[in-house]
């Protein structure tokens, strides 16, 4: 028993060291050291896995607990470090389009504002937002094991069926220039979702401003 335990306890920095080093890097707009997803996901299953491989029936020696160890890292960084990889090469792509990019769990979504999408009232794209989308084609295309929701909004001005409408034709403009672009088809969900979902008030311009626009949001497969 007390040379498990010893294995044990020599599991859990050797497993941290093997998981965190590497893992630390460096924000580019804050210039702070973070720990990535990937470790915070691998250094959990790194323990777990080394101290699987420590405990396990047998000789209990160290390099069943190494194994374990490493089995753990790679089962706990998997969809975490593939949208980790994906979230910073669209921050370097999206910086100075106006585009912006926001991380929720394992999801991304990348937030068009109607100033740089669309005019008022029409579907039709703006030559501000090539930029951005060209740089979301290039991502998309190196990371191809995401879905893409793209979801399109109005303001409340006009009626609802007309919103409905106009909301539905901006998330088919924006997926069809991915599309154009190499992105597969099948990968692409759009779905309008008129004055709904608003982000800001509709009673100034200003809100309604705000409230024109188109979400792109990747979802990992579970392949990732």
């Known amino acids: 028993m007390k040379s498990i335990k010893k294995q044990v306890f020599l599991a859990f920095p050797l497993a941290a060291a ?18 990535s997803s990937l470790a915070k996901g691998a250094g959990i299953g790194a323990l777990v896995g080394g101290v699987a491989g420590a405990t396990k029936s047998g000789n209990h020696r160290l390099d069943k607990t190494l194994i374990g160890a490493a089995v753990g890292a790679a089962a706990g960084s998997g969809i975490g470090y593939y949208m980790d990889a994906q979230e910073a090469k669209l921050r370097q792509e999206m910086q100075g389009t106006g585009v912006s990019v926001n991380r929720v769990g394992d999801q991304i979504q990348l937030n068009m504002p109607s100033a740089i999408t669309f005019a008022s009232d029409s579907s039709e794209l703006s030559s501000q937002i090539y930029p951005a989308l ?40 924006v997926g069809n220039y991915l599309a154009r672009g190499g992105v597969n088809f099948n990968r692409l969900i759009m779905t309008g979702y008129g004055a709904s979902n608003f982000v800001a008030s509709n009673d100034t311009a200003q809100g309604r401003a705000q409230n024109r626009r188109v979400t792109v949001t990747l979802v990992p497969t579970q392949g990732s």
């Open 18 to 35: 093997v998981v965190l080093s590497g893992c630390s890097t460096t924000n580019p707009y804050s210039g702070e050291q973070q720990t």
């Open 134 to 173: 060209n740089g979301v084609i290039n991502v998309l295309k190196e990371y191809d094991d995401t879905m893409v929701n793209i979801a399109g909004y109005t303001d409340s001005t006009g009626t609802a069926s007309y919103n409905q409408r106009l909301s539905e034709l901006r998330a088919q403009s």
